[in-house]
Nanobody, 126 residues
Framework: QVQLVESGGGLVQAGGSLRLSCEAS????????MGWCRQAPGKEREFVAA????????TYADSVKGRFTISRDNAKNTVSLQMNSLKPEDTAVYYC???????????????????WGQGTQVTVSS
């Protein structure tokens, strides 16, 4: 089993940038495809981005494509989400998640993840 802890959330003005980090413990990160999902108040949790176990494949929600970049460092057991050109509609709690997928596969929905962090708040002001 893997434990996930997010950091890097905060308050930023529209157009600004934030970098979220997720540190894993308990099991090596390379055993999992990793991803980020978010949940705004009153809304369902939605998929944001994911990356395969080796980092060779990524996928993004249409709403963040071209603005967000997911990356991983298996040697450091960390996953990051670089968020640029932030918009007020990006405001949400962001969750790091892990899925025991085959090597090149990439999750594409919150239901496909098995393990979750506690979340970090991102607030974008207009």
């Amino acid at each position: 089993q893997v434990q996930l802890v997010e950091s890097g959330g905060g308050l930023v003005q529209a157009g600004g940038s934030l970098r979220l980090s997720c540190e894993a413990s308990g099991r090596t990160l390379s055993s999992y495809a990793m991803g980020w999902c978010r949940q705004a108040p009153g809304k369902e949790r939605e998929f944001v981005a994911a990356i395969s176990r080796g980092g060779g494949s990524t996928t993004y929600a249409d709403s963040v494509k071209g603005r967000f970049t997911i990356s991983r460092d298996n040697a450091k057991n960390t996953v990051s989400l670089q968020m640029n050109s932030l918009k007020p509609e990006d405001t949400a709690v962001y969750y790091c998640a892990a899925a025991p997928f085959p090597s090149s596969a990439v999750p594409g929905a919150p239901s496909t993840f098995n393990y979750w962090g506690q979340g970090t708040q991102v607030t974008v002001s207009s």
